[in-house]
């Protein structure tokens, strides 16, 4: 992987230090021509540009509607099958690489799917500037990258400061929803979860997979050898 941008300290980061460093790398990877195609083409009517101010959500979908932010979607088959699944919540889908977006894109038009949309951008900046306090009914942070060396587990999003900033954005009753394949990343984020005040977890430790979130086929191959899969669901108190 590369990174388009180098990692800042505090004292250089100009948007403060909440946003020291990133969890991600700006991975130019191989578009193809459909995912170009329906990015140019369904971007204008599914993305919501970025901007630092609340947005209103009402007006973005067309409704009032139980509403879930879904960070990292990767190429968005599970968001789609998730989306399609529930027609009566309405899904804020977040990602930074193209070829993702472009084929979430493709899928919202071929499935004829109008309760999701997408925002192509950082999603600390995206909550922090664009989700309002206790507006969610849920968040979905599916298998985010794990980072798995040590010397680079400060890249890894389920962090503290994050994880405080998404809970003052949930409703009471809301729910954050995260699932890794990478045990000890499994053990952090129940950690930093449990530590969080707003949150209480729904399970003694781990939960079992919701009915709602499907088995990709990575996950699929991965408990055919014998991998584990950690689910863990928290409330907002």
């Not at 459909?34 to 979908?61: K, T």
């Not at 193209?98 to 999701?116: A, M, W």
């Amino acid at each position: 992987m590369s990174d388009s941008r180098p990692d800042l300290s505090d004292d250089d980061n100009p948007r403060m230090s909440r946003r020291p460093i990133r969890s991600f790398v700006l991975r130019q990877g191989r578009m193809s021509d459909a995912q170009s195609r329906f990015l140019a083409e369904q971007m204008p009517r599914v993305g919501v540009p970025y901007v630092p101010e609340p947005v209103d959500l009402d007006a973005v979908f067309g409704r009032r509607a139980p509403r879930v932010v879904e960070i990292g979607f990767g190429m968005g088959d599970a968001t789609a099958k998730i989306a399609r699944h529930l027609p009566d919540t309405d899904f804020l889908a977040i990602e930074v690489h193209s070829p993702g977006v472009g084929n979430l894109c493709k899928l919202i038009e071929s499935e004829d799917i109008g309760n999701l949309r997408i925002i192509q951008h950082d999603a600390m900046e995206v909550t922090e500037d664009m989700i309002a306090p206790d507006s969610l009914d849920g968040v979905h942070i599916f298998f985010p990258d794990p980072w798995p060396k040590k010397r680079h587990h400060k890249r890894r999003l389920v962090q503290a400061p994050f994880v405080s900033l998404l809970a003052g954005r949930l409703k009471p009753g809301g729910y954050l929803h995260c699932a890794t394949d990478w045990e000890e990343y499994a053990g952090q984020m129940l950690e930093v979860l449990s530590a969080e005040p707003l949150l209480e977890n729904t399970a003694q430790a781990f939960a079992p997979r919701p009915e709602y979130r499907p088995l990709t086929k990575f996950e699929s191959r991965g408990l055919r050898l014998g991998h584990g899969v950690w689910d863990l669901v928290f409330r907002r108190r």
